[in-house]
């Protein structure tokens, strides 16, 4: 086992104006103050993407195509 | 572990929701904030009436175990605050949710699980 390791940390002046967020989402945190530990698990499977829902456009002909 | 409180100061606070086992806290706590959310969307033009689809065991993303940090080095860890006051004037948020924490204060360890599976899957291109 090998030998511990020494952490000191000193806390300098906090003083903070507004904070304006949208949300906090998905295993997320905000804190004003002090804690032992934070530990947080977010999983999502599908990306919205996986599934197109509107018709497909036709895609013009690239223009290295027509010059062929 | 060691932890040095200070006392939070805060004007004012606007949160417009908290949802989804989100958790805003103010003040100080000893014990551990637990937050767990699942969540499960099926969106399918047919049916699977074979496979039992409808069940949060059925998918491996809800049964998957959680990752966990090993301590390699034992850590001796101190803290010290000479300045015992942290200052905040206003906290604006339109939403805590999903396993979100929105804390004010000094406290204990802090856990957040959430898990989200989301299906979207269309057999006839034709159904929206």
Redesign the interface.
Known sequence: ??D?????????????????????????????????????????????E??I?A?LAPLPIPPEEEQQ | MTIACRSAAMLGLYVNTVSSSGVTHLGDIRGKTDMASKALAVQKAVPNNEDDEFRFASYALFYKPKLALEENVPVLFRSESPWPTIQVDFVYSLGVSSSSTLRVGCGGPVEGISRIKHIRYFNDRDTR
């Open positions: 086992m090998s511990p390791m020494v952490m000191n940390v000193t806390n300098g002046p906090v003083s903070v104006g507004c904070i304006r967020l949208l949300g906090v989402s998905s295993s997320s945190a905000l804190l004003i103050g002090d804690t032992e530990s934070i530990t947080l698990y977010s999983y999502f499977d599908t990306p919205p996986s599934v829902v018709p």
